[in-house]
């Protein structure tokens, strides 16, 4: 198996050490994500789970510790690490097709091919016949789908996700979350994605992941590492296995101390 | 029976249909008004014309084409002034937002410079540039300078970083992001300046114009009180709200047919 990405011993801090204002965000974490695999990041609010993607994308950087894409360290943002955000971040003054084609055009290809790959991705989280229109005549599960489209076109080594369900309607969510699935699969041209996932929502990383990485808040650290065996392609038929059940309902006796009325407050 | 009368007529007013109407009618009352006041002898014309003496008059200036001579000159100065205040103040104003350090160097400065109102430079301007129109324009260049430079510096910072980190895992460097990101999503930001801008050159021209000029309308309005003739002023102050509103409304149109993705984008 090769490494994808190595994070280790991280931990970063917020404010000043020295004068004892400031807060334990991630305490000495590692973890690895292997090729094509779907690793989900989980935890209560405050456990840094964001934070760790985001050092890893290259947004914010550690205070000890080290991150590495391929064997290569993390010196800052690049096409090796595709990212969705939870509110989408597409360029509002372009059109889905000019969205999705903006990093390939980055990369020097031909317009023609930037195109053709283009219109593949966007025909493939079914948003054909709306590569005109701009962010602001879709609705939210389409916009997500459009940023979908943009980051995994770009053919990254490694894709980053930072709930990006987390503000779209339930019962959209639950076709999201397969296509998701769909869009990182392997196809002719490329492998399998590699994945880091950050979401709130327990039923979404069982359904999602290869493995489920729980964090605990206040300093964040990993709790426990559990890898999900379902087999692919997942459906819903997937959902309503015991199994499923059963794994979701052991995460959450996992989770559930970790979360109370005390917990959500500041100190 | 009056109140419900009133009822009905603020119901009549209501709905899309009669926009116009609720437009109009407290301009139309205020002139029928303003008219039956200075007819029924209540107000004396030499000091407020009847709206009726004010047609008459604007209709004489008009043949004459003095009206429209001064527009012309007034309207140039007012286009030289803003053209030269985009070129300086929105690269200014870019810098400033961009490169922290630079901000920090200029920041005294310019808030030293702002608060000065525009007409306090006139005594200045007039030792050195004389009496006529670098003078004026000078003047209406301060007003329309800082409104460009303080609303592109603003629209540079409020750059939402979602849409940077986006380009930026996209594989942008920081040419593109200038370029691609974070120039057009300042545009609406810059389109706010140039409105605000040519609000304020309406009102410092004027001022310009009643010291410093032997033309434009800000001299037609002082010339006609020397000769008492408040029915010309009137014509002159009229002409100036109708063109800014005019121009207002255009710019408004041309910022939605440009910039069609903005509504949203500001939601």
Redesign the interface.
């Known amino acids: 198996m090769v490494i994808k990405v190595d994070i280790v011993n991280v931990s970063k801090t917020y404010g000043d050490e020295e004068d004892g204002d400031f807060v334990h965000a991630l305490d000495d974490v590692s973890m690895a994500v292997q090729e094509g695999e779907f690793v989900s990041l989980i935890g209560p609010s405050g456990c840094g789970k964001s934070t760790l993607l985001h050092i890893v994308a290259g947004f914010e950087h550690a205070t000890r510790g080290r991150v590495s894409i391929n064997g290569r360290p993390v010196a800052g943002p690049g096409a090796d690490r595709g990212m969705v955000f939870q509110d989408y971040a597409l360029f509002p003054w372009m059109t889905v097709i000019d969205n999705v084609t903006f990093g390939l055009k980055l990369r020097g290809m031909a317009a023609r091919r930037c195109q053709e790959i283009a219109r593949e991705y966007i025909g493939l989280v079914g948003l054909d016949g709306f590569e005109n229109r701009f962010p602001h005549q879709l609705s939210g599960g389409m916009r997500q789908r459009c940023a979908l489209a943009r980051s995994v076109a770009n053919n990254p080594d490694v894709l980053l996700m930072d709930e990006p369900l987390a503000a779209i309607d339930a019962l959209t969510r639950n076709a999201l979350q397969e296509e998701i699935l769909k869009v990182c699969d392997a196809r002719a041209d490329r492998p399998r994605k590699s994945v880091i996932y950050v979401t709130h929502s327990i039923e979404e990383a069982v359904f999602l992941s290869d493995r489920i990485v729980v964090m605990t808040p206040r300093p964040g650290r990993v709790l426990e590492v559990i890898p999900v065996p379902f087999d692919h392609p997942r459906n819903d038929g997937t959902r309503l296995t015991p199994a499923f059940q059963q794994l979701a309902g052991k995460i959450w006796g996992t989770l559930k101390s970790y979360v109370g009325p005390r917990e959500g407050a500041l100190p | 029976m009056r109140r419900s009368r009133l009822r009905g007529l603020l119901r009549g007013l209501r709905g899309s249909g009669p926009r116009l109407l609720r437009f109009i009618v407290l301009p139309a009352m205020l002139i029928a008004g303003w008219e039956a006041s200075v007819r029924l002898g209540l107000l004396n014309p030499v000091f407020l014309p009847p709206p009726s003496r004010i047609l008459a008059a604007a209709q004489q200036l008009l043949v004459t084409g003095e009206l429209f001579r001064n527009f012309a000159d007034s309207l140039q100065r007012i286009a030289l002034a803003n053209l030269v205040a985009i070129v300086t103040a929105v690269p200014l104003g870019f810098f400033m937002g961009l490169y922290r350090p630079f901000e920090e160097m200029m920041d005294g400065l310019v808030n030293l410079i702002r608060p000065i109102p525009p007409l306090a430079w006139i005594p200045l301007s007039i030792l050195w540039f004389g009496l006529g129109e670098k003078s004026v324009v000078f003047i209406t260049l301060i007003s329309a300078f800082f409104a460009i430079l303080l609303n592109t510096i603003a629209g540079v910072r409020g750059v939402?970083k979602?849409?940077i980190?986006?380009?930026?895992?996209?594989?942008?460097?920081r040419r593109?992001l200038i370029t691609?990101?974070v120039l057009?999503?300042t545009?609406p930001s810059l389109f706010t300046g140039l409105r605000i801008a040519l609000g304020v050159s309406w009102m410092s021209i004027v001022a310009a114009e009643l010291i410093a000029s032997s033309s434009g309308l800000g001299f037609m309005i002082n010339y006609y009180r020397e000769l008492l003739r408040s029915d010309l002023i009137l014509v002159g102050m009229l002409s100036i709200g109708i063109i800014g509103f005019l121009m207002d409304r255009g710019l408004q149109w041309l910022e939605r047919r440009l910039?069609?993705?903005r509504?949203?984008?500001e939601?």
């Open positions: 939402d979602s849409l980190r986006a380009a930026l895992s996209l594989g942008a460097t593109v691609k990101v057009p999503a545009l910039l069609p993705w509504v949203a984008f939601l």
